[in-house]
Protein backbone atom coordinates (compact mmCIF):
# COMPACT_ATOMS: atom_id res chain seq x y z
CA UNK A 1 0.00 0.00 0.00
CA UNK A 2 1.44 3.79 -0.89
CA UNK A 3 2.33 5.50 1.82
CA UNK A 4 0.81 8.52 2.40
CA UNK A 5 3.76 10.96 1.95
CA UNK A 6 1.62 14.08 2.01
CA UNK A 7 0.58 13.65 5.46
CA UNK A 8 4.06 13.81 6.99
CA UNK A 9 6.39 15.22 4.52
CA UNK A 10 4.93 18.31 3.73
CA UNK A 11 6.68 20.32 0.87
CA UNK A 12 7.76 23.90 -0.13
CA UNK A 13 4.85 25.41 -2.45
CA UNK A 14 1.83 22.51 -1.53
CA UNK A 15 -0.73 23.20 0.16
CA UNK A 16 0.75 21.90 3.38
CA UNK A 17 2.89 25.58 3.39
CA UNK A 18 1.14 28.40 5.41
CA UNK A 19 1.40 32.26 3.31
CA UNK A 20 4.01 32.82 6.52
CA UNK A 21 7.14 30.17 5.73
CA UNK A 22 7.01 30.75 2.87
CA UNK A 23 7.04 35.09 3.43
CA UNK A 24 10.40 33.48 5.59
CA UNK A 25 11.79 31.72 2.97
CA UNK A 26 11.56 34.25 0.85
CA UNK A 27 13.39 36.78 3.69
CA UNK A 28 16.03 34.01 4.34
CA UNK A 29 16.48 33.93 0.09
CA UNK A 30 16.85 37.87 -0.50
CA UNK A 31 19.36 37.66 2.45
CA UNK A 32 17.02 39.68 4.73
CA UNK A 33 17.63 36.75 7.23
CA UNK A 34 21.44 35.23 6.52
CA UNK A 35 22.50 32.25 7.19
CA UNK A 36 23.33 31.96 10.94
CA UNK A 37 21.30 34.94 11.83
CA UNK A 38 18.83 34.68 14.98
CA UNK A 39 15.22 34.77 14.55
CA UNK A 40 13.04 36.46 16.98
CA UNK A 41 9.30 35.52 17.07
CA UNK A 42 8.37 39.51 18.17
CA UNK A 43 10.71 41.02 15.72
CA UNK A 44 9.50 38.60 12.73
CA UNK A 45 5.67 38.83 14.11
CA UNK A 46 5.94 42.87 14.01
CA UNK A 47 8.10 42.58 10.54
CA UNK A 48 5.16 40.58 8.83
CA UNK A 49 2.34 42.16 10.85
CA UNK A 50 1.29 38.62 12.44
CA UNK A 51 0.71 37.20 15.74
CA UNK A 52 3.50 34.90 16.91
CA UNK A 53 1.63 32.06 16.95
CA UNK A 54 1.48 31.65 12.79
CA UNK A 55 5.15 32.56 13.36
CA UNK A 56 5.55 29.30 15.93
CA UNK A 57 3.54 27.33 13.49
CA UNK A 58 6.51 28.18 10.31
CA UNK A 59 9.10 27.31 12.18
CA UNK A 60 8.11 24.55 13.29
CA UNK A 61 7.65 23.87 8.87
CA UNK A 62 10.70 25.53 7.84
CA UNK A 63 12.60 23.59 11.05
CA UNK A 64 11.46 20.12 9.17
CA UNK A 65 12.39 21.08 5.72
CA UNK A 66 16.09 22.74 7.06
CA UNK A 67 15.43 26.36 6.53
CA UNK A 68 15.84 27.05 10.24
CA UNK A 69 17.46 25.46 13.55
CA UNK A 70 16.55 25.72 16.87
CA UNK A 71 18.93 25.89 19.10
CA UNK A 72 18.52 24.86 22.74
CA UNK A 73 18.39 27.92 24.97
CA UNK A 74 19.43 29.96 22.38
CA UNK A 75 16.29 30.42 20.14
CA UNK A 76 16.18 30.14 16.10
CA UNK A 77 18.25 30.98 13.69
CA UNK A 78 18.97 30.19 9.65
CA UNK A 79 20.32 27.28 8.40
CA UNK A 80 23.78 27.94 6.95
CA UNK A 81 24.84 25.21 4.60
CA UNK A 82 28.53 25.28 3.11
CA UNK A 83 29.52 24.58 -0.38
CA UNK A 84 31.28 21.00 0.87
CA UNK A 85 27.08 20.05 2.34
CA UNK A 86 25.08 21.62 -0.85
CA UNK A 87 27.59 18.96 -3.30
CA UNK A 88 26.75 15.83 -0.54
CA UNK A 89 23.46 16.92 -1.54
CA UNK A 90 23.25 17.46 -5.12
CA UNK A 91 25.55 14.25 -5.55
CA UNK A 92 23.05 12.51 -3.24
CA UNK A 93 19.96 13.49 -4.83
CA UNK A 94 22.04 12.47 -8.50
CA UNK A 95 22.35 8.68 -7.10
CA UNK A 96 18.65 8.42 -5.41
CA UNK A 97 15.64 10.77 -7.02
CA UNK A 98 16.68 9.64 -10.77
CA UNK A 99 16.02 6.02 -10.21
CA UNK A 100 13.44 7.22 -7.53
CA UNK A 101 11.58 9.43 -10.50
CA UNK A 102 11.70 6.46 -12.77
CA UNK A 103 9.82 4.32 -10.74
CA UNK A 104 6.58 6.61 -11.36
CA UNK A 105 6.83 5.41 -14.83
CA UNK A 106 3.44 3.57 -15.30
CA UNK A 107 1.95 5.24 -12.33
CA UNK A 108 1.13 8.75 -13.12
CA UNK A 109 -2.33 9.47 -13.99
CA UNK A 110 -3.92 12.17 -16.54
CA UNK A 111 -4.41 14.38 -13.81
CA UNK A 112 -0.73 14.33 -12.92
CA UNK A 113 0.17 15.12 -16.46
CA UNK A 114 -1.88 18.08 -16.48
CA UNK A 115 -0.16 19.32 -12.93
CA UNK A 116 3.25 18.75 -14.44
CA UNK A 117 2.37 20.43 -17.39
CA UNK A 118 0.81 23.64 -15.37
CA UNK A 119 3.60 23.84 -13.04
CA UNK A 120 6.20 23.98 -15.71
CA UNK A 121 4.27 26.39 -17.17
CA UNK A 122 4.05 28.37 -14.16
CA UNK A 123 7.72 28.15 -13.26
CA UNK A 124 8.20 29.16 -17.09
CA UNK A 125 6.37 32.50 -16.30
CA UNK A 126 8.13 33.13 -12.45
CA UNK A 127 11.79 33.02 -14.42
CA UNK A 128 11.13 35.32 -17.25
CA UNK A 129 11.54 37.83 -14.35
CA UNK A 130 14.77 37.82 -12.14
CA UNK A 131 12.84 39.44 -9.22
CA UNK A 132 10.62 36.34 -8.98
CA UNK A 133 13.48 33.52 -9.88
CA UNK A 134 13.63 32.52 -6.44
CA UNK A 135 9.70 31.53 -6.37
CA UNK A 136 10.15 28.96 -8.63
CA UNK A 137 11.91 26.64 -6.34
CA UNK A 138 7.99 26.23 -4.70
CA UNK A 139 6.69 25.09 -7.85
CA UNK A 140 9.94 22.94 -8.14
CA UNK A 141 9.36 20.65 -5.82
CA UNK A 142 5.97 20.79 -6.41
CA UNK A 143 6.55 19.52 -9.56
CA UNK A 144 9.27 16.71 -8.53
CA UNK A 145 6.79 15.90 -5.83
CA UNK A 146 4.43 14.37 -8.12
CA UNK A 147 6.43 12.10 -9.73
CA UNK A 148 8.15 10.93 -6.09
CA UNK A 149 5.55 10.51 -4.43
CA UNK A 150 3.81 8.09 -7.52
CA UNK A 151 6.54 6.11 -7.22
CA UNK A 152 7.20 2.22 -6.84
CA UNK A 153 9.96 2.91 -4.94
CA UNK A 154 8.19 4.22 -1.74
CA UNK A 155 11.15 2.97 1.10
CA UNK A 156 13.69 5.79 -0.91
CA UNK A 157 10.31 8.62 -0.94
CA UNK A 158 11.10 10.46 2.15
CA UNK A 159 15.40 10.09 2.10
CA UNK A 160 14.66 11.88 -1.58
CA UNK A 161 12.04 14.27 0.11
CA UNK A 162 14.42 15.67 2.56
CA UNK A 163 17.46 16.06 0.17
CA UNK A 164 15.32 18.73 -1.67
CA UNK A 165 16.01 21.50 0.54
CA UNK A 166 13.94 24.61 -0.26
CA UNK A 167 16.74 26.97 0.80
CA UNK A 168 19.35 25.44 -1.54
CA UNK A 169 16.90 24.93 -4.60
CA UNK A 170 16.00 28.62 -4.04
CA UNK A 171 19.14 30.16 -3.68
CA UNK A 172 20.19 28.47 -6.91
CA UNK A 173 17.37 29.47 -9.07
CA UNK A 174 17.89 32.88 -7.56
CA UNK A 175 21.39 33.18 -9.12
CA UNK A 176 19.89 31.30 -12.63
CA UNK A 177 20.38 33.61 -16.00
CA UNK A 178 17.89 33.30 -18.68
CA UNK A 179 19.70 30.02 -20.48
CA UNK A 180 20.11 28.35 -17.03
CA UNK A 181 16.19 29.00 -16.84
CA UNK A 182 15.81 27.64 -20.75
CA UNK A 183 17.93 24.82 -20.19
CA UNK A 184 16.01 24.30 -16.28
CA UNK A 185 12.67 24.10 -17.96
CA UNK A 186 13.31 22.34 -20.85
CA UNK A 187 14.76 19.56 -18.47
CA UNK A 188 10.77 19.52 -16.93
CA UNK A 189 9.49 19.28 -20.60
CA UNK A 190 11.57 16.75 -21.53
CA UNK A 191 10.77 14.68 -17.92
CA UNK A 192 7.16 14.51 -19.00
CA UNK A 193 7.35 13.76 -22.51
CA UNK A 194 9.47 10.76 -20.89
CA UNK A 195 7.17 9.46 -18.73
CA UNK A 196 4.49 9.50 -21.35
CA UNK A 197 6.72 7.44 -23.53
CA UNK A 198 7.31 4.99 -20.24
CA UNK A 199 10.68 5.20 -20.52
CA UNK A 200 11.89 4.40 -17.35
CA UNK A 201 15.55 5.05 -18.77
CA UNK A 202 14.88 8.23 -20.62
CA UNK A 203 12.96 9.64 -17.21
CA UNK A 204 16.05 8.46 -14.63
CA UNK A 205 18.66 10.31 -17.40
CA UNK A 206 16.90 13.15 -17.93
CA UNK A 207 16.23 13.78 -13.87
CA UNK A 208 20.49 12.77 -13.53
CA UNK A 209 21.44 15.73 -16.28
CA UNK A 210 18.83 18.30 -14.47
CA UNK A 211 20.47 17.74 -10.86
CA UNK A 212 24.17 17.43 -11.74
CA UNK A 213 23.61 20.83 -13.93
CA UNK A 214 22.08 22.59 -10.65
CA UNK A 215 25.50 21.60 -9.03
CA UNK A 216 27.60 23.01 -11.73
CA UNK A 217 25.75 26.47 -11.75
CA UNK A 218 26.02 26.55 -7.76
CA UNK A 219 30.40 25.69 -8.44
CA UNK A 220 30.11 28.00 -11.22
CA UNK A 221 27.87 30.87 -8.95
CA UNK A 222 30.34 30.09 -6.07
CA UNK A 223 33.77 30.81 -8.62
CA UNK A 224 31.75 34.48 -9.67
CA UNK A 225 31.06 34.91 -5.68
CA UNK A 226 34.81 34.65 -5.13
CA UNK A 227 36.46 38.27 -4.08
CA UNK A 228 39.24 39.18 -6.32
CA UNK A 229 41.50 39.63 -3.74
CA UNK A 230 41.04 35.93 -3.13
CA UNK A 231 42.50 35.14 -6.60
CA UNK A 232 46.03 34.07 -7.08
CA UNK A 233 48.84 36.22 -8.03
Not at 22 to 41: A, H, K
Not at 120 to 147: C, W, Y
Not at 163 to 175: D, E, G, N, Q, W
Request: proline share 5%.
Amino acid sequence: MPVDNDATLPQFGDSHWTEVSSRILGLVVSGDLPPGSWIRENDLAGRLGVSRTPIREAFRELVGVGVVEVVPRRGTRVRSYDAEEIEQIYRSRAVIEPYVMSESVGRLTEDDFSSLSELTEQMKSLGSDPTTRHHIASVNNEFHAIFIRSSAAQSLISTTYNLMIPIVVAKLFASYSDNDVSSSMNHHDELIAAARAEDKEWVAAVSKAHIISGLNRFKAMQIEQTPEHDDPQ
